[in-house]
């Protein structure tokens, strides 16, 4: 699906949630920063259906769902301010370009992009990569999620790791090409996601 196209539908799942034409214009605003990252709409794409993800894990669950939504739709959004040549980069990363590719996640970075109308979408963003078994960053700590709001940070977070996840081995992305969707991605998930396990559990049916 084109561009413009994912836009109007992004445009058309926001009034269904009840936004107004403001917050619409707002979330499209941050939408068109990841539209725009230089890697001919891999990740705008990517992002659309991480969004997708999100929204049905949200309904099973009985989340937030427009927040599950436009977390997904933003998770990447750091990525605006990662060099183009490491995003556009299709292969396994050297220890220079992994460090390069950590500024997406991060919180000040974040903060910048989104903004004060988002700091739970930020938080939540921040960890999407904290649970991988592999390197993961950033590192949690016993403090990162104390509190109402930060137990609430640690659970969405957990679910838009296992959308992202699910959406990158979907598109055959980040080295899982031999893994299938359907017959293998709960075990895949469990064994480079295991910390996010811990409430996290899987939809009946394939996302």
Not at 80 to 97: H, L, P, R, T
Request: with cysteine; charged share 25%; aromatic share 12%.
């Amino acid at each position: 699906m084109k561009g413009r196209n994912l836009i109007n539908k992004i445009s058309s799942g926001l009034k269904q949630f009840g936004f107004s034409r403001d917050e619409s214009g707002k979330v499209l605003d941050k939408v068109g920063i990841v539209a725009g990252i230089s890697d001919d709409g891999k990740t705008f794409r990517h992002s659309v259906g991480v969004a997708e993800n999100f929204k049905k894990i949200g309904e099973f669950y009985g989340l937030n769902v427009p927040c599950c939504y436009v977390s997904g739709l933003l998770h990447d959004i750091g990525k605006s301010v990662v060099s183009s040549e490491i995003v556009a980069f299709d292969k396994k990363y050297n220890d220079a370009m992994y460090e390069e590719m950590k500024k997406h996640v991060n919180v000040s970075i974040l903060d910048e992009l989104l903004g004060g109308n988002f700091s739970f979408i930020r938080d939540v963003c921040s960890y999407h990569h904290a649970f991988q078994k592999r390197k993961p960053y950033p590192r949690i700590r016993e403090s990162s999620f104390s509190g109402k709001r930060g137990k609430k940070v640690f659970l969405y977070a957990q679910a838009l790791a296992w959308s992202d996840f699910a959406d990158a081995i979907h598109r055959n992305d980040g080295g899982m090409a031999s893994h299938s969707l359907i017959e293998s991605k709960e075990k895949v998930f469990e064994e480079n996601y295991p910390a996010a396990c811990t409430v996290i559990k899987f939809l009946p049916t394939p996302i």
